[in-house]
């Protein structure tokens, strides 16, 4: 579906761009169209745009992207916002090697 819409809509600086080219799409409408999927879904616990984009950086750090990557990618102005990812989740201190261990 979704390179159905990218080849219909031909997006040039959003992927999902508001009414005018290069305009990003309003968060309200964008909020209102998870909504709409979330109950089609009939996913019953809460679900907002804020939860997504947090989900997506701790995902991105799970697999080792680099903070000042995320950083840039969620375009936030300080550094120390993009570090409030960084709390400690067990998959990634499962995943941390032992100098030890190429002895």
Known sequence: MLREYYRAYKPKTWLFEGQNTGEMYPEESLAKVLKYAVSKA??????TLY???HSYAIHLLEVGTDLRYIHEL????SSKTTEIYTHVSQNSLQKIKSPFDTL
Do not use: D, F, T
């Open 74 to 77: 969620l375009s936030h102005k």
């Open 51 to 53: 939860w997504l984009r």
């Open 42 to 47: 009939k996913i019953g616990k809460p679900v």
